[in-house]
Structure formats: C-alpha cells, structure tokens
C-alpha cells in the first residue's frame, strides 16, 4: 500500500515559488494548519483537485477558479465547488505565470477544439498560489524492486504492478485504486492472503 504519486501539469514558468501539487497544498492546511495564500487558482485535469479548492475555501482563502482541461467536468466535487461560489473554467488551460519571485496571476486560456493546443483569448486571474494536478501514478517502486514487473493498464493510462514474484502484495493506490472502499477491500484480501 504503497500509495500514489501526485503529477504536475507542464506550462510556461511552472517553477515559480507559489505553484505546487495540489495534494500539497491540501496537507498544508489539514495536516499542519498552515494557510499558504490569499488567492488561489487551482488547475486540473481530474477530480481529485476539487478537494483542495474546497479545502482552500473553508481555510478562508479565495478561490478565484478551477481551471479544468475537462470539456464537462461533472463529478460530485466540482458542483460541491460550483455551489460553494468558486468559479468553475472547463476546457481551459493555464498557460503562463506571472511573476518572477512569487506568483502574481495566472494566464488562462481556452483550448482548442480536438485538443490541439489553445486558442482564442487569454485571460489574467490574479493569485498568489496555482495547485495544479495532473492525476495520479500508482507507486509500483516497491512491487518493482522485489522482482515483480509493472504493466500498463490502459484504462487508467498508468503502470500498475503486474504479478507478485515474492512475498510481496500491492492494494489500494499503487495498484489503480483509488475509492476508499476499493482500498480497503484490496487491503483485506492481500493481508488475508500473506
């Protein structure tokens, strides 16, 4: 249960102090009851980052937007964020930071139709922190290193790990799972099975 791995999203000065995981951003506030930001931006492409947006709003810090790579982003979190008056941006990306020491504003923009690029009109929201997600990689390390080799499950476009060669059993996120209920299950039945 070697959990998950958190992607970023690649854009234009991405490596600005101010731009950081979302899950990140999430254990500073729940974890350590620190409050890193005024106002945030929060870009994704899953819905995982809704969390933090919501967890962001009840922190007290403005959440300007979610900017969704997603045409319609319907999941249960995003209308949890949409009724909590947090801005909802579908099919846009973040191309750009502003600012040269910390962030200052994010440029979105809309991407283009079958997904080649972005076009049209930028727009500038002003922030002091971007969470960005880009979706989840399953920690297949441990798996790997007791001889076991990955495989690539194309539903989730990730490598989870492939059959167990040692005393070795892989549950819950490392191994694509990613409901509370689907890792708990996996757990039993791997602990069960040792």
């Known amino acids: 249960a070697t959990g998950a791995i958190e992607r970023p999203l690649v854009f234009a000065n991405n490596d600005r ?27 994704t492409n899953n819905d995982s980052a809704y969390r933090t947006a919501l967890d962001l709003a009840a922190a007290g810090v403005a959440v300007a937007a979610v900017v969704d790579v997603r045409r319609a982003p319907q999941a249960e979190l995003a209308e949890r964020a949409r009724k909590a008056g ?4 579908p099919n846009a990306a973040v191309v750009d930071v502003e600012g ?5 504003a994010v440029r979105v923009m809309p991407l283009a139709p079958q997904g080649a690029g972005v ?5 500038d929201i002003e922030c002091d922190l971007l969470a960005v997600s880009g979706g989840w990689s399953p920690a297949v390390h441990l ?19 492939g059959v167990s060669v040692q005393a070795e059993r892989s549950a819950g996120a490392c191994n694509g799972s990613y409901a509370l209920g689907e890792c708990l299950a996996e757990g039993a039945a791997a602990g069960a099975e040792a």
């Open 17 to 43: 102090p101010g731009v950081m995981l979302a899950s990140a951003v999430s254990a500073y506030l729940n974890r350590y009851g620190v409050r890193i930001a005024q106002r945030a931006v929060v870009f």
């Open 86 to 89: 947090i801005a909802v941006i």
């Open 100 to 104: 040269a020491k910390r962030v200052r």
């Open 119 to 123: 076009a049209g009109p930028s727009t």
């Open 143 to 161: 798996h790997a290193q007791s001889g076991g080799r990955p495989r690539y499950a194309e539903g989730m476009g990730c490598f989870v790990p």
